[in-house]
């Protein structure tokens, strides 16, 4: 026992003496970041939000690999509020996480954050503290390496969010009503007649007689979405050049797939981890990664880069160069009658659990019937190479009357396109943009279907054009499966491995987001080894994207790379599929591991991972040493107009 209490002891030191060597000569590098409540106008019209030194988002935050970052935060508001360097490896009392191992910042104080900068990447920093992420506390940091692998003319930061002028806190009864009105809104919604326009009432019936609520991928209906605080940016670019775009996704709870109407972006780097170059014409980013892409331009003009959200409601724009406007296809919306293929056998109907309905019972996942990944079995490789089989799939030709569903409903049938559908051939530039020299529109509300009266005007049958979202090729998913780290992350065969299986798991009525059908309790902490290789496969059994992130650690996502299989720090775990990460367990701490799903997050979507034999640092506030999960800790917060 005292052989085994030593060597832990040592394990713990290790990291921080490695930190010290170099601290001497280590360049400090200092910011000073003023959170406040302010007036902000995104959509139009004033409404409150919460700003880092006056702006939408804070600053960029720039390092260099070996400084040592202090970072001074104020607070000038009147509520609690904290910063998580997401991303950031950073010893467990700068992690930003309240009541966990860290005090929140009380209204007037100031607290001082100083960590060693151990990595290089693109990385953000946002509130942990109840809903303030989104009412704007985010921003970008980029930590430059010793030698810089790849040559770019430019380099910019795209940091794109969802922007609601709701408080916060009224965006969460909503959705625990169980109202369907920002699916409404967003022009998402469900019905019989909208099924039978589509020829799919036999899956509508299907899906009402198994209970099951209709599908959506998003829960929030958003006024805008931003690139870099705004609907529509802009960057210079001269002809020919190559451009690094340092993208991140800091948005509450919208995935966006991404496009470049100048040609293929590059992926080198995916949460900060260096990775082969690989091509993509659209791709998928969930909430809180970071991707890396190189682009190049074209002849004069200039080439919108967009990110649209994932249930199609908007988009935002980033024009880079000048010129001629190159506008960027426009994306199908997803086919939401679309079944899922989870079964429609008599034991499916009279399941007693919604997992059963889901064809996922308990049972099934205790024999680890669903542990390899991917979706229902399919493994990660196959499920994204059946998207991309050419590793560089083609936008389609999408060319819509009136651009992106921004007026009333077309009630003509709908093109849909279904996983049956081959993609487009592979073509050397792009051919499916039109060059215009009027700037095209800028990007529409989010939310403006609710106000279109037609009939069918708010419901899914009524876009242009439709596509079964991460099936057909129109529709991407994220580019794990073509991930490759530049350097071997495989452990060493003899090391111990812990397995910990967890399911996602949700009510949507009730609007509560579980692990292993639990919301986050005392009782529910995810028990390590200093000196392990942690395995977690989670299994997720809800309709919906959960983008799960792990603070103080990078973990390996198994994606078919065997040795060289990629580095994150967040992974997008799709429906009815299964992910499986593992982690080399050597920074000693109590670290939070959620779904960066805001809303889900809140709801209980969370875990805390506690290493064995660790302690919290007794010099700290007893405030900072009370457990995250305080009585009430998830309870909603008392509404203030100026949330």
């Not at 693109?122 to 704007?136: A, C, F, M, P, R």
């Not at 496009?259 to 809180?288: K, N, S, W």
């Not at 009333?408 to 039109?434: F, L, N």
Request: a negative charge; glycine letters at 8%.
């Amino acid at each position: 026992m005292v052989v085994k209490r030593i060597s832990f002891i040592l394990i713990s030191l290790l990291p921080a003496f490695l930190l010290l060597l170099p601290a001497a000569d280590a360049a400090v590098v200092e910011y000073e970041l003023v959170i406040d409540r302010q007036p902000v106008n995104m959509t139009g019209t004033a409404a409150w939000g919460m700003t880092i030194n006056g702006s939408i988002p804070g600053p960029t935050l720039r390092f260099a690999e070996g400084d040592l970052a202090r970072i001074l935060v104020r607070n000038n508001m009147d509520a609690d509020t904290s910063i998580h360097w997401h991303g950031i490896l950073v010893p467990p009392g700068m992690d930003g996480v309240p009541y966990l191992s860290f005090p929140p910042i009380k209204p007037g104080d100031t607290f001082v954050y100083e960590f060693p900068i151990r990595q290089n990447g693109t990385y953000w920093y946002h509130s942990h503290s109840s809903l303030q992420e989104q009412s704007g506390v985010y921003g970008a940091i980029v930590i430059e390496p010793q030698h810089q692998r790849l040559h770019a003319d430019r380099d910019h930061v795209v940091l794109v969010s969802d922007w609601t002028d709701e408080n916060p806190h009224s965006v969460l009864r909503t959705l625990k009503r169980g109202s369907e009105w920002y699916a409404l809104e967003k022009g998402s919604s469900q019905s019989i007649l909208g099924a039978a326009r589509l020829g799919l009432l036999g899956c509508y019936f299907t899906r009402e007689l198994q209970r099951m609520p209709p599908m959506d991928i998003a829960d929030v209906a958003y006024d805008r979405f931003l690139a870099n605080g705004r609907p529509e940016s802009f960057l210079e670019a001269l002809p020919g050049e190559t451009i690094r775009l340092r993208i991140i996704n800091g948005s509450s709870t919208t995935y966006f797939h991404l496009e470049f109407a100048g040609g293929p972006m590059t992926i080198i780097a995916a949460d900060g981890q260096d990775v082969e170059p690989v091509r993509r014409r659209r791709f998928l980013v969930g909430v809180a990664e970071t991707y890396d892409l190189l682009i190049e331009t074209g002849g004069d003009g200039a080439y919108e880069f967009r990110a649209t959200a994932h249930d199609g409601s908007g988009y935002a724009s980033v024009w880079i160069g000048s010129g001629p406007y190159h506008p960027a296809p426009d994306i199908p919306r997803p086919n939401m009658y679309h079944p899922m293929d989870h079964g429609t056998g008599l034991r499916h109907i009279f399941a007693l659990t919604p997992a059963g309905v889901m064809g996922m019972p308990d049972r099934a996942v205790r024999a680890g019937t669903f542990d390899r990944p991917g979706m229902m079995g399919m493994a990660m490789e196959d499920m994204d190479h059946m998207h991309h089989p050419d590793h560089e799939p083609e936008s389609p030709v999408m060319q819509h009357e009136h651009g992106m569903d921004h007026g009333a409903a077309d009630h003509s049938a709908p093109h849909i396109m279904g996983k049956e559908q081959a993609p487009p051939p592979p073509a050397a530039a792009r051919e499916d943009t039109q060059t215009t020299a009027f700037k095209p529109p800028a990007p529409p509300s989010g939310r403006r279907f609710g106000k279109i009266f037609h009939l069918l005007a708010a419901d899914a049958s009524s876009a242009k054009s439709l596509a079964v979202d991460g099936m057909a090729p129109e529709r991407p998913g994220t580019p794990y499966g073509d991930l490759t780290a530049v350097n071997p992350t495989a452990f060493g065969a003899d090391r111990p491995v812990r397995e910990i299986r967890l399911t996602l798991d949700g009510d949507m009525e009730r609007y509560v987001w579980m692990l292993n059908n639990r919301v986050l309790a005392e009782s529910d902490v995810i028990r390590i080894r200093a000196g392990e290789v942690v395995r977690l496969i989670m299994i997720n059994r809800t309709m919906m994207h959960h983008p799960m992130h792990l603070h103080g650690h990078f973990f390996r996502v198994v994606n078919g790379r065997g040795d060289f299989a990629p580095l994150k720090h967040t992974v997008d775990v799709a429906p009815m599929s299964t992910t499986v990460i593992e982690f080399n367990a050597v920074e000693p701490g109590d670290w939070f591991f959620h779904c960066h799903l805001l809303y889900h997050m809140e709801s209980g979507m969370a875990r805390v991972v506690h290493y064995e034999d660790y302690a919290i640092d007794p010099c700290l506030p007893a405030s900072a040493r009370t457990s995250i999960w305080t009585p009430g800790i998830f309870r909603e917060r008392p509404t203030s107009s100026a949330t």
